[in-house]
């Protein structure tokens, strides 16, 4: 769990602070507890670091869209120059 993730974070940084709390009260508990209780939270740890990955890669989806659309609507708005440009010449702009 002390791995670095491809953000340079370590996986504990990107975990909620309840789960942590959890995991460090749970690391308290008696060994016969906490064996049956680790594979669960590990589930848990891995859960919630996999919906993290998740969220970030659409976050970073939309970001990427955002900028594609502003790309789309310059193109869009050059393109309506120039057809008002040619209209204003007396051209065809079908041409």
């Known amino acids: 769990m002390n791995a670095t993730t491809r953000t340079g974070r370590t996986s504990h940084e990107q ?3 309840e789960i942590l709390q959890l ?5 308290a508990l008696p060994e016969l507890h906490r064996q049956r209780i ?9 859960s919630s670091q996999r919906r993290q990955r998740i969220l970030s ?10 900028l594609d659309m502003k790309y789309l609507l310059f193109d869009l708005e ?5 057809r008002d440009a040619c209209r204003r010449r007396g051209a ?4």
Do not use: F, G, H, M
């Open 38 to 46: 680790e594979p669960v939270l590990c589930r848990v740890l891995e």
């Open 92 to 95: 065809d702009p079908s041409e």
């Open 15 to 17: 975990l909620p602070k």
């Open 78 to 82: 050059a393109t309506r120059r120039e």
């Open 23 to 27: 995991a460090t009260e749970i690391a």
């Open 57 to 66: 890669l659409v976050q970073e989806a939309l970001s990427q869209l955002r």
